[in-house]
T-cell receptor
Framework: ETGVTQTPRHLVMGMTNKKSLKCEQH?????MYWYKQSAKKPLELMFV???????ENNSVPSRFSPECPNSSHLFLHLHTLQPEDSALYLC????????????FGSGTQLSVL | DQQVKQNSPSLSVQEGRISILNCDYT??????FLWYKKYPAEGPTFLIS?????DKNEDGRFTVFLNKSAKHLSLHIVPSQPGDSAVYFC?????????????FGQGTTLQVKP
């Protein structure tokens, strides 16, 4: 148990659906992240939030929309996704945005049909 | 182009022997390196790290070596145990900008056979 909880663990959606991924951290951290892991590829940073403000958007398509209502919660809203968006989506948190050590959730395995 | 590379997608070793996982990087400005371990259906967990001012860091059975001139680091596990079977990710901290961004390799799957 890393202190970072993600739901759902698995998600199957059609290309016209709208869904949201949720992440909650119980560590008192100030920074939260969304990463994408595709098969046999490195983890790719998608978004970084520090003190609820977005500080980085790593050229992610607009069909992915993050939301950080407070320092403990992070959402990733999904709409009109493509099959190539199928991947493991990992949430992480850290003490501060400059902290090297990340604590990851278990991820949401997303399949887009 | 990938800045952090783990060229071996998989490694198999016998229980009790040494496991050596390798990682190469391209940017000499990286100042901190980490290894994460990932079991199936779980997120990566931090294993061990090393600052660029050091060349070795040890924690129990795990030792990380850093060769800055070669831009290479390695993780040694001695002795290897079946519970060490997992995917190991190397990561480097990019100090440019203000986000403290970690750049990950693609991972090496380690299998330790009983």
């Amino acid at each position: 148990e890393t202190g970072v909880t993600q739901t759902p663990r698995h998600l199957v959606m059609g290309m016209t659906n709208k869904k949201s991924l949720k992440c909650e951290q119980h560590l008192g951290h100030n920074a939260m992240y969304w990463y994408k892991q595709s098969a046999k590829k490195p983890l790719e940073l998608m978004f970084v939030y520090s003190l609820e403000e977005r500080v980085e958007n790593n050229s992610v398509p607009s069909r992915f929309s993050p939301e950080c209502p407070n320092s403990s919660h992070l959402f990733l809203h999904l709409h009109t996704l493509q099959p190539e968006d199928s991947a493991l989506y990992l949430c992480a948190s850290s003490q501060g945005q400059g902290s090297e050590k990340l604590f990851f959730g278990s991820g949401t395995q997303l399949s887009v049909l | 182009d990938q800045q952090v590379k783990q060229n071996s997608p998989s490694l198999s070793v016998q229980e009790g022997r040494i496991s050596i996982l390798n990682c190469d990087y391209t940017n000499s400005m990286f100042d901190y390196f980490l290894w994460y371990k990932k079991y199936p259906a779980e997120g990566p967990t931090f294993l061990i790290s090393i600052s660029s001012i050091k060349d070795k860091n040890e924690d129990g059975r795990f030792t990380v070596f850093l060769n800055k001139s070669a831009k290479h680091l390695s993780l040694h596990i001695v002795p290897s145990q079946p519970g060490d079977s997992a995917v190991y990710f190397c990561a480097a901290n990019d100090p440019s900008g203000n986000t403290g961004k970690l750049i990950f390799g693609q991972g090496t799957t380690l299998q330790v056979k009983p």
